[in-house]
């Protein structure tokens, strides 16, 4: 958040001519803006796939009990907020493209506001909203993949497809060095930046071929190829990836900005997306979900408690603004209506999480429980 708001800051100084000039330009074959959202955010793509596979495999969603209630609140996150931006923007065929940008959540600064706020949030909760955000982040990857692809070039397509079979093929053989993986990973991410399907989904899918060594009642084997990358990724992607992609992302000129404009039909679509949206599906899937004895509600947790965690379901901040990227790659007008707008209904999905989160009261534990 503060490189982003130091992002608006220099956007709209006297620094502006020479921030947005070195965003456009080359290094190589691609301009400064594409090697972060092409290049760096692959690495983050990565650290997200590795988390996928560990929580599926050894984690928080390896039964399908442990799945329904973060699945259908995911699900309901994913369709509420863009169903929201669909009927704003209904009338406007230009903009409709960007449907999906306010279906993401941001996990990191979710989580980081539950952690601000320590033991008033039951553990339950914590561990609740990280499996929903990690469904969320793999229908975000489904998403790219399948709407927001340029034109599909076959011979790049089949070099991936190949690659990727080699990564698979070296899972099967039990190779476990990781150098191996992350210098075909290299090939396999530029064959899909030629192919027409966005590179970061290369990130995800070099992730699904590490190997997991299981470890049940040991859930950070430092042993097992998969944790000792994603313990390695985990600092680069928090403290380089996110804060370079906030920074080159988030500045956007309100030189000329008038209040009007957030009633233009993006921001506004975005903007209650996220706010309403967001909180509509998962608390309102959550709740149904519940009450049809389909699954119990997260353990020591109040129903304002829940609603509250609905709420920082809203910040999409990252995942937004990479999915706004796509959807308006060619208009720059519709690129600064969508950063407003994730702004703004980020901002206020936090302010109003945290603020019901503080203030919500705990579930009464029953007689004879402590």
Known sequence: MVSAALALVIANSPAAPTYFAALKAYLGPLSVLHWINDALMAVFFLLVGLEIKR????????????????????FGGMAAPALVYVAVNWHSPETLRGWAIPAATDIAFALGVLALLGSRVPVSLKVFLTALAIIDDLGAVLIIAAFYTADLSLPMLSGAAATFAVLFAMNKAGVSRLLPYLLIGAILWLFVLKSGIHATVAGVLLAFTIPLRLSIGKPDDPTSPLHKLEHALHPWSAYLVLPVFGFANAGVSLAGFDPKMLLDPVTLGVALGLFLGKQIGVFGFVLATVKLGLA????????????????????????????????????????????????????GCMLLGALVLRFAPPRPLLKGRH
């Open 55 to 74: 929580e599926m495999l050894d984690g928080r969603l390896r039964t399908w009990p442990d799945r329904i209630l973060p699945g259908v609140a995911a």
């Open 296 to 347: 119990q509600r997260p353990a020591h947790a109040s129903w304002p408690q829940v609603y509250g965690v609905a709420l920082l379901c809203g910040v999409g901040f990252t995942m937004s603004l990479f999915i706004g990227l796509l959807a308006f790659a060619n208009a720059p007008e519709l690129e600064a209506e969508t950063k407003i707008g994730v702004l703004v209904g980020s901002i």
